[in-house]
């Protein structure tokens, strides 16, 4: 543990003291957004960010740690471990050092050595090793036998059994993960006949470019394109310079420095050994961490892109109108109160086959005056911008001086696997799927935190070839996202959903539903203290949830804030200090300015926790989430066709990848700003400069209407670079591509181990 906690510490930038501290903590059943609000004086005020890489890493290694034992015990048990063996087993530091080093001791199959071997011919390997002078064939002469009937098979027989002891030298391993992992090539070739059946795929029919630098969303792509068929992938250095440079590494292993015949024979082994085997499986190798990195950084796109989604302005407690566009079967309409609940429902059909404009726009007014609309949100599927229309045209029709609802244009990504879902049918048994929708629609504009808590995260469009990564790792990261923004944000207790509720730290599922129950059965909860009523919610969970849980207008005033129960007595004596009503104090900017916050340190709460409540005193239970802003579509700008280059555009920002961001202008296509053209200077990540749910200004650089892409930019001259980039190119060097004598050696390699290189790589991308 000693080991986990001072490598976890150099990596998040802490003490060693400070991550055995988390550990204790999280293996006690603290969650990390507890630990990180509520236990800053136990972990030196380790953040969220720190304690979410410290959780991840300590899987790791103490998987590592495990393995390491493991290992020591399968040698031990073998009578073959060393001080230097053990030395070395202690010393590495990641997982494939600790496999290198176990190979050799490692079980195996019966290999082509070990036959050489039960036929006699390891005196030979070792004759040719000692003896560079002696001729390689005369020495083998000597070990002629039935099982060996000619030179040639004794020969081979030395060479299959020096070739495993190379496949198994760590050091060697090691030396050529190095120099692999520095000079690698990517390379991408179409196979014959597929470039119509993959034409989605035509910039990878000829690519090749450094394996250490490729692009996470390019790996995935080209990934993609080999699992379907369409073309072939390799990864090897250059063919010339590079690998005979890797054949030189393997060579001097064998320690040949001479023109002697044995020197010269080694010399051809090495060769083999690295083209037949080490070339291999360094390839296989290199593509699994290939697609362990592309997935780890789709992963983190993913995980920032719902962060930012969830993060959201809420538009709030306001009467919302939500409209699920469609054409033939009908504009869905729902109107939740400003409590989410539904309370109107209805079909509209605008457009054809009925065309009952006026009478869709007719029931829209009535709605609108019967339940005092101050919202409409309009899906951004299909027929979006007709029902947009339909609508500002409608809202022209009303009386003057009637203040008009704002409509909004919402993201209905996932509203379509909700209300087909379970929970969906249970919130709302007797409402129609299609209408289910509507009602989604407009509650996520009123919260979109409590709405898309109910839809799995992966159905809300925000990844980068979400389905090519670890499903497993991506949902573990997307429910740590969602458990992180929920408790920043907070949950009013007697309003929250059990999907919402169940996302608070210390609470589940079960909990979640057990509180509503409660809460159905009993009334609304008038204290935190009745949580602890609740069947099965015991001490540990109610430590663990409380402080993120709002009451407002209880019978406790703290209980509408983020101060934890346990540290009320300290918030009252703050408050006491004041010589003011609770009341009169919570909300009040300058309320708390006589007091110095250390005075109000004890051996039980340090100097953050103090900071934190007066904070919260201050502006009890705020809202980190930005204040509510939409944006405006151009008029007549409803289809990809109605774009010209050089127009000005408001637009939605719907999902930022590493390549860039792409931006909703109102056409039913998004637009992408490429990551040159987000800022008028360089940007490494698109996530500094955007975020997803933001309002943005773009310009159409280029339209293409056949491959419905639009190119967009927000740099000041709109575009200019853009074009003059796209023309010369001169701002981006061309991808290497192999030629000529590249070519050849790709094909002799194939042909060499054709049947072994297709099932490693179907191995290598098996998960794909």
């Given amino acids: 543990m000693d080991r986990i906690a001072r490598t976890i510490a150099t990596e998040i930038n802490a003490r060693a003291e400070q991550v055995g501290a988390a550990v204790k903590l999280l293996d006690e059943g603290a969650t990390v957004p507890f630990v990180a609000r509520y236990r800053k004086e136990v972990t030196g005020g380790l953040d969220d960010t720190q304690l979410r890489t410290l959780s991840d890493r300590l899987t790791y290694l103490r998987e590592l740690e495990a393995r390491r034992a493991t290992i020591l015990s399968s040698i031990k048990d073998q009578d073959k471990l060393t001080d230097e063996l053990a030395k070395s087993i202690a010393q590495a530091d990641t997982k494939a050092q600790l496999e290198d080093i176990y190979l050799p001791y490692k079980p195996k199959r019966r290999t082509k050595a070990m036959i050489a071997r039960e036929n006699g011919l390891e005196p030979l390997a070792d004759a040719i090793l000692s003896n560079r002078s002696a001729d390689p064939e005369g020495l083998a002469k000597g070990y002629i036998s039935e099982a060996v009937p000619t030179t040639k098979d004794a020969l081979n027989g030395a060479r299959d059994i020096i070739t495993e002891r190379l496949t198994e030298n760590a050091a060697l391993l090691g030396e050529l993960r190095n120099f692999m992992q520095r000079e690698a090539l990517l390379t991408s070739k179409v196979i014959e006949g597929k470039q119509q059946e993959g034409a989605k795929f035509s910039d990878y029919f000829d690519h090749s470019e450094l394996w250490a630098k490729t692009p996470s969303h390019r790996a995935l792509a080209m990934l993609r394109a080999s699992k379907e068929g369409i073309v072939t992938l390799d990864i090897a250095p250059e063919p010339e310079a590079g690998a005979a440079r890797a054949e030189a590494m393997v060579a001097a292993h064998l320690q040949t420095r001479s023109d002697a015949p044995g020197d010269k024979w080694l010399r051809k082994v090495a060769g083999w050994t690295w083209r037949v085997k080490l070339s291999l499986s360094m390839m296989v190798e290199l593509m699994a961490d290939l697609r362990s990195r592309a997935q780890d950084e789709a992963i983190h796109v993913f995980s920032l892109n719902l962060k930012d989604l969830l993060f959201s302005a809420p538009a709030g407690a306001r009467a919302t109108l939500g409209l699920d566009p469609g054409i033939r079967t009908g504009v869905k309409a729902a109107v939740v109160d400003a409590t989410g609940k539904v309370v109107a429902t209805e079909t509209l059909y605008p457009f054809q086959p009925k065309n009952d404009l006026r009478g869709s726009q007719a029931a829209i007014l009535r709605l609108i005056s019967t339940h005092k609309i101050d919202l409409i949100a309009i899906g951004n599927g299909t027929a979006s911008r007709e029902t947009e229309k339909m609508v500002a045209d409608t809202l022209k029709l009303q009386p003057k001086g009637v203040k008009a609802p704002t409509k909004v244009v919402v993201s209905e990504a996932g509203a379509s696997v909700y209300s087909a879902s379970e929970l969906a049918a249970r919130e709302f048994p007797d409402l129609d799927v299609s209408l289910r929708g509507a009602v989604s629609i407009a509650r996520r504009l009123q919260d979109p935190l409590a709405e898309l808590v109910k839809i799995e995260p992966k159905s809300i469009g925000v990844g980068q070839y979400q389905h090519d990564v670890d499903q497993h790792r991506l949902s573990q990261s997307l429910a740590s996202v969602i458990e992180d923004v929920v408790n920043a944000v907070g949950v009013d207790l007697n309003t929250a959903s059990a999907p919402l509720?169940?996302?608070v730290s210390g609470l589940?599922?079960?909990?979640?539903?057990?509180?509503?129950?409660?809460?159905?059965l009993n009334g609304a909860f008038q204290s935190r203290k009745e949580l602890l009523r609740v069947a099965r919610?015991?001490?540990?969970?109610?430590?663990?949830c409380?402080?993120?849980?709002?009451?407002?207008?209880?019978?406790?005033?703290?209980?509408?804030?983020?101060?934890?129960?346990?540290a009320y007595k300290i918030a009252k004596r703050i408050v006491s200090a004041c010589g003011r009503d609770i009341r009169q104090i919570m909300g009040h900017d300058g309320a708390l300015k006589g007091l110095r916050v250390e005075q109000f340190v004890n051996e039980d709460f340090g100097l953050p926790t103090v900071q934190d409540i007066f904070s919260e005193l201050e502006k009890p239970g705020r809202d980190p989430r930005p204040?509510?802003?939409?944006?405006?579509?151009?008029?007549?700008?409803?289809?990809i066709t109605d774009l010209k280059p050089g127009m000005v555009l408001e637009g939605t920002v719907t999902n930022v990848a590493a390549f860039g961001a792409f931006v909703d202008v109102g056409v039913h296509q998004d637009g992408l700003v490429h990551v040159s053209q987000l800022a008028d200077r360089f940007v490494k990540d698109p996530h500094e400069v955007v975020k997803t749910g933001h309002v943005v200004k773009v310009t159409v650089v280029?339209?293409?209407?056949?491959?419905?892409?639009?190119?967009?930019?927000?740099?000041?001259?709109?575009?200019a670079s853009a074009r003059q980039e796209q023309d010369g190119k001169s701002s981006e060097k061309r991808p290497y591509r192999p030629k000529g004598k590249q070519v050849q050696y790709a094909k002799s390699r194939e042909n060499a181990?054709?049947?072994a290189l297709g099932d490693a790589l179907k191995s290598a991308l098996k998960k794909q």
């Fill in 702 to 719: 280029e339209v293409d209407v056949q491959r419905k892409r639009i190119a967009l930019t927000m740099r000041k001259d709109g575009g």
């Fill in 753 to 755: 181990h054709h049947s």
């Fill in 546 to 566: 409380a402080g993120f849980l709002r009451i407002r207008d209880g019978v406790e005033p703290l209980d509408a804030s983020s101060v934890h129960p346990e």
């Fill in 501 to 503: 509720l169940s996302h």
């Fill in 627 to 639: 204040s509510f802003v939409t944006a405006s579509f151009t008029d007549g700008v409803e289809e």
């Fill in 508 to 520: 589940g599922p079960g909990l979640a539903e057990a509180i509503v129950m409660h809460r159905d």
């Fill in 537 to 544: 919610l015991g001490p540990r969970a109610y430590e663990q």
